[in-house]
């Protein structure tokens, strides 16, 4: 029966593409957020979907798998919304139904539209599966890249780290700072960690608040914290609202809480005439 079905599909595909098209020019895709689709846009997406959805008729399973892995790449790449494609199947779904019910007796009509919905529930179902792995790859992508990028701790000296925060800190930003900054010091081994917040626009109550609890974590395991990077306008902004930051050393510059980090490890910065004489840097 299965054969008999879709070689009934396939006799009739131009019919049934048509009438499909047909249906779906009311019906509009839309894209993920504020995402801009024209009508352009619009319909040559439908007539892919059309395409991937008829030529399964013809593929092999797996060749069927790698057209829907094509497409739900497309679709998640380009911020359309999956639900309305699957949505737009029920449409063909009746197309196909209509024409069966015409064309076959009562009692073939119960078992060719159970093949009929068995094969369209294994497009769905192949189209779903390859958009979840697509969109679980593009997760880990952006989970990776956003802990890279978020502030790595980089080790300056021996004992002594320097995170770097550029842009702005927002709640799920801090979290990640917070595993990274955690993570460096029993990574690194780190004595001393100096927080730069040169790159940070605005130091507002939130903000302070991460940094405090920075601060605090990095005390609990067991190395000291410095605040460095408070610009003139950031320094007046804490005054201003109050913000209490005496828990922690702050540094104006880079250079000076460096300098203040070598002292608490019990090390200076020799003079060249020093370093000739004394080998450098004193341990």
């Not at 593929?59 to 790449?73: G, K, P, V, W, Y």
């Not at 000296?157 to 550029?166: D, G, L, Q, Y």
């Not at 979290?175 to 690194?188: R, V």
């Amino acid at each position: 029966m299965k054969s008999v079905v879709l070689q009934h599909l396939k006799d009739n595909k131009s019919l049934y593409i048509e009438e499909w098209r047909k249906s779906l020019e009311q019906h509009e895709f839309t894209k993920q957020g504020s995402t801009f689709s024209s009508k352009d846009m619009q319909q040559e997406m439908k007539d892919e979907f059309i395409s991937v959805v008829f030529q399964s008729i013809e593929l092999s399973i797996e060749e069927n798998r790698d057209a829907m892995h094509r497409f739900a790449n497309r679709l998640i790449y380009n911020g359309w919304a999956f639900s309305e494609f699957i949505r737009s199947l029920q449409a063909l779904r009746r197309v196909v139904l209509h024409d069966v019910s015409a064309n076959f007796t009562k009692e073939e009509f119960v078992d060719v539209s159970v093949v009929f919905e068995d094969w369209l529930d294994e497009q769905i179902t192949r189209l779903a599966e390859e958009f979840s792995k697509i969109q679980d790859e593009v997760m880990t992508m952006q989970k990776t890249a956003m802990k890279e990028l978020s502030a790595p701790l980089i080790p300056v000296f021996n004992k002594i780290s320097v995170m770097p925060i550029v842009g702005t800190i927002d709640t799920k930003r801090a979290a990640q700072i917070m595993e990274n900054l955690l993570e460096g010091i029993i990574e690194h081994r780190a004595q001393v960690v100096l927080i730069d917040i040169t790159g940070v626009p605005v130091v507002d109550t939130m903000v302070a608040h991460h940094i405090i609890k920075a601060s605090e974590a990095v005390r609990l395991v067991g190395a000291e914290c410095l605040l460095v990077g408070i610009r003139p306008e950031i320094a007046q902004t804490i005054v201003n609202l109050g913000i209490d930051l005496d828990a922690f050393t702050t540094k104006s510059t880079l250079k000076k809480g460096i300098e203040a980090a070598l002292e608490l490890t019990n090390r200076t910065i020799e003079t060249n005439e020093q370093m000739q004489s004394n080998g450098g840097l004193k341990r």
